[in-house]
């Protein structure tokens, strides 16, 4: 780890490792043209969401002011600022899956998991997201649990397949 990273302060032990991986992150992107969304990238995978305290790390390991950070953070749908679910239900509201029924799987997801678009359940298992179009439109409407694709995908088999994901 290089002398320049800086270092996390009030962290638990949990913490200081993960700080520790993203800090080797940052040390082997850091001279990498472009490099601030690569270590955001993995930064998000090895912390799991970009909160606050992990913005100000990378900022000050890099000497880049926090706004270049952020901006980058907000700009982009795949980072999280919030913990995220172990699992990310993506629902399709691309044209084809809108207009066979995408809307109605919405409805009874939330209904379901009861969160909001966006949100994360309770039990921290599942996130709920909307796609424009995941490439299955011949089969819509569809949805993507993680990297699985579910296709003609049923308002009444819902509760089925999110159970799948309690028993495994
Ligand atoms: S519009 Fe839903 S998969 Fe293309």
């Known amino acids: ?8 302060t009030g962290c638990t032990q949990k913490d200081e490792k993960k700080y520790g ?11 990498k043209e472009g490099s601030l969304i690569q270590i955001l990238h ?11 305290d992990v913005q100000k790390f990378i900022a000050s ?12 953070i907000t700009f982009y749908s795949f980072f999280s600022t919030t913990p ?11 044209t084809a899956c809108y207009v066979r ?13 009861g969160i909001q678009i966006g949100e994360t359940t309770e039990d921290a298992k599942f996130t709920f997201e909307i796609a424009r179009c995941i490439g299955a439109c011949g089969l819509a ?9 579910y296709k003609q995908v049923n308002v009444n088999k819902l509760e089925s397949i999110i159970s799948k994901y309690y028993e495994s």
Do not use: F
């Not at 780890?1 to 996390?8: H, T």
């Not at 993995?42 to 909160?51: C, H, I, N, R, T």
């Not at 995220?84 to 691309?94: A, Y």
């Open 1 to 8: 780890m290089s002398d320049k990273i800086a270092k996390c």
């Open 21 to 31: 991986e993203i800090a080797d992150i940052i040390d082997l992107y850091k001279d």
């Open 61 to 72: 390991s890099l000497q880049i002011p926090l706004s270049e950070v952020s901006g980058v």
């Open 141 to 149: 409407p569809a949805m993507m649990i993680d990297k699985v694709v």
């Open 84 to 94: 995220r679910g172990e699992h990310t239900i993506r629902v399709c509201l691309g």
């Open 101 to 113: 029924g995408g809307k109605k799987l919405v409805e009874r997801l939330q209904d379901i998991l």
């Open 42 to 52: 993995l930064a998000q995978e090895v912390y799991g969401y970009l909160p606050l």
